[in-house]
């Protein structure tokens, strides 16, 4: 589904060039969940942001259902296979856009058709009722901001989701929601997951197989059960977990 | 109003767009009336056009009459507010001058944001040359003092009120284009503007559906508060000669007719005078009230 060789992914220009991500390479399966973990600043994120064309600056081969994606331009095909949620619901929604136009115009630049129909059914899909979609972001929590970017990133029924932290700017409580509506929405419709997060935990209830990052580069592979069973074999991810299992949250 | 319109204005789950619609302007109507002082501003701004509306009904006289037995006559049962120089009813010519004062207001108001709001916008979100090209030709236009710059407009186009709107248009646009552009580099790399661009958004669709109302509502701001500083310079150009001719009844050019006579005959500079005051303070008030319901950086969150 999705295949990443050789990445490189930088900022600048020299002398202050700064290289986000060097020589990073993975590939995610059809149906798999893939978890990318790390410190802050390890390059996650960027990883998602060149894939999907929103940093220009990489270099090396990406390539999307057999598809390779060249600088910052993305196909019609692309916007329609890949999609992504953003880490901040806060900031991901336009302020001054009620549910219905984000999701309309959504449906409308996706080429799809009986728009209406549509708006209720993602609505309904993403737990929030009808009562919501006429709805500004300032009227709706935390929580029912995220489902409104996660109604909007599936609006054009995309294969693979990438998830840029979708959890780690909500409350304890409302992350768990958040986390069972993606579950649940992967097993019904068969999507592919990329998932970047810091939250060990997260990765290990989320995802089948991960990939540990420091400094830009991919330290190490495992399936999540090695990361359950703490059997990493870098001693970076051995730290990793080991500083994530003695923290326990407030 | 009656206590269903407002439950269905105030909903917090609106059924309808245009129930959503209109309960996020009465939202901004409710935060804009707590402000008694912008209300008095937009009261004070309503009874001008109300004046300039039925300017014909309301004038006790004809504003172009003279009647040079009764020229430079104090305030009177007869002449409110005094006659001038030529024996002209100051009170007629003030309120048909609210017409010439609306006109200019309306017609800076409609042009330089407009202008302002493109070139800032096409800049910010452009970047790179187009943005460079843009911004520096703004600076030029900024470099010089407004007024002075409108004085050469003038005088190359020629005197008269459309031509003083023009050059008052021409120069005010920079500091919009300033704003805009600010606004547009702060909000370009918003997680909302690239979840757009992911959907397929082309560059048109986003500036214009998605970076234009978010600057929108400063710049009207903005408006607002200038709009007494363009009064003031259109009066200023009149008074100079250069804005509306005679006989236009308009409120510089009647307090530069007046300045001969400051010292014994005060009201007929006087007089023209207190309407800028009170007009120019009304737009200020309005402004500073428009502040409160539509600056997205307010308290409002």
């Known amino acids: 589904m999705l295949t990443v060789r050789d990445l490189d992914v930088w900022f600048g220009h020299p002398p202050d060039r700064v290289d986000a991500v060097s020589a990073a390479s993975f590939s995610v399966a059809s149906g798999e969940s893939f978890g990318l973990v790390g410190e802050s600043g390890s390059g996650k994120s960027t990883i998602l942001r060149a894939i999907t064309g929103l940093i220009g600056t990489w270099s090396g081969t990406i390539t999307v259902d057999g598809q390779p994606v060249t600088g910052q331009h993305r196909s019609k095909a692309f916007h ?16 001054r856009h009620s549910v219905d136009r984000v999701l309309s115009e959504t449906l409308h630049l996706q080429g799809m058709d009986q728009i209406d129909r549509r708006i209720t059914a993602l609505l309904d899909s993403v737990g929030l009722g009808r009562g919501f979609r006429f709805r500004y972001p300032h009227q709706l929590s935390g929580g029912q901001r995220q489902r409104v970017a996660i109604a909007r990133a599936l609006a054009a029924e995309p294969r693979l989701l ?26 019904e419709r068969g999507l592919t997951y990329v998932m970047v997060s810091h939250d060990l935990a997260v990765v290990a209830h989320m995802c089948d197989r991960l990939a540990v990052m420091r400094a830009g580069r991919v330290i190490e592979e495992m399936p999540a059960s090695a990361l359950r069973a703490g059997t990493a074999v870098s001693d970076y991810a051995r730290a990793l977990i080991a500083a994530s299992a003695s923290y326990q949250p407030a | 109003m009656n206590p269903t319109t407002r439950t269905w204005l105030l909903s917090d789950a609106p059924q309808t767009r245009r129930q959503a619609r209109l309960g996020a302007l009465y939202q901004g109507w409710l935060t804009f009336r707590a402000n008694k002082l912008a209300m008095l501003g937009l009261v004070i701004l309503l009874a001008l056009l109300g004046i300039a509306a039925f300017a014909p009904w309301l004038a006790p006289q004809n504003p172009l009459a003279q009647d040079l037995a009764g020229r430079l006559k104090p305030p009177s049962a007869a002449h409110w507010l005094g006659t001038d120089a030529l024996g002209r009813d100051i009170l007629s010519r003030l309120i048909y001058g609210s017409r010439v004062t609306l006109f200019i207001v309306g017609t800076v108001a409609l042009i330089a944001p407009v202008i302002g709001l493109f070139i800032g916008t096409v800049a910010g979100f452009a970047g790179g040359w187009v943005d460079q090209v843009l911004m520096r030709i703004t600076d030029i236009f900024l470099a010089f003092p407004k007024l002075i710059l409108a004085l050469a407009f003038v005088a190359a186009l020629g005197p008269g009120i459309g031509n003083a709107v023009l050059a008052l248009a021409i120069t005010s646009w920079p500091p919009y284009a300033r704003l805009a552009r600010a606004e547009t580099l702060s909000i370009r790399n918003a997680d909302y503007i690239a979840a757009a661009r992911l959907q397929g958004a082309g560059r048109l669709r986003l500036l214009i559906g998605h970076i234009w109302p978010l600057c929108i509502s400063s710049l009207i701001v903005r408006v607002a508060l200038d709009m007494a500083g363009i009064i003031l310079s259109a009066a200023g150009l009149g008074f100079l000669g250069l804005g509306a001719q005679p006989p236009m009844p308009e409120w510089g050019a009647m307090i530069s007719d007046g300045r001969t006579y400051i010292l014994d005959f005060w009201w007929v500079a006087a007089m023209p005078g207190m309407a800028i005051f ?4 009304a737009f200020n008030l309005l402004g500073d009230g428009l502040r409160d319901v539509l600056d997205p950086k307010g308290a409002k969150e």
């Open chain 1, 80 to 95: 329609k296979t890949v999609q992504m949620v953003f880490q901040d619901p806060y900031a991901s929604l336009h302020p």
């Open chain 1, 162 to 187: 990438l998830l840029d932290e979708p959890t780690s700017a909500l409350d304890v409580s409302v992350q768990a929601e958040i986390l069972n509506l993606l579950s649940d929405l992967r097993r």
């Open chain 2, 278 to 281: 009170i007009v120019s303070l």
